[in-house]
Nanobody
Framework: QLTLVESGGGLVQPGGSLRLSCVASESTFENYAIVWFRQTPGKEREGVSC????????KYGDSVRGRFTVSRDNAKNTVYLQMNTLKPEDTAVYYC??????????????????????WGQGAQVTVSA
């Protein structure tokens, strides 16, 4: 089974940057679209970004578009989420999730639990002065 290990979270000041990494255990990683979600107490899970199997199709939620950039390096079995101009409202636990069902042109931040098969352990991002 595919495992996903996240790293790169931490505490940052408003306006700062962080880069999250999501590293997969298997070379079959290239057969999965990757969706980034975030969750905070009292809020519904929010789709942040999606990157297609090839890395050529990317999607972003309205709240992060223009500030976040997702990319992947299939040779390293790794997906990155570069987060710039961070705001306090970006504070959340960020999860990467792998979908074997979302084909190249259907990468979506609106994927539900039935559309993803594997989850990372979560990375805490805290934005505070």
């Amino acid at each position: 089974q595919l495992t996903l290990v996240e790293s790169g979270g931490g505490l940052v000041q408003p306006g700062g940057s962080l880069r999250l990494s999501c590293v997969a255990s298997e070379s079959t990683f290239e057969n999965y679209a990757i969706v980034w979600f975030r969750q905070t107490p009292g809020k519904e899970r929010e789709g942040v970004s999606c990157v297609s199997r090839s890395g050529q199709v990317t999607k972003y939620g309205d709240s992060v578009r223009g500030r976040f950039t997702v990319s992947r390096d299939n040779a390293k079995n790794t997906v990155y989420l570069q987060m710039n101009t961070l705001k306090p409202e970006d504070t959340a636990v960020y999860y990467c999730a792998a979908s074997p069902y979302l084909q190249e042109n259907y990468c979506s931040i609106y994927a539900d639990e039935g559309e993803v098969a594997y989850w990372g352990q979560g990375a805490q991002v805290t934005v505070s002065a």
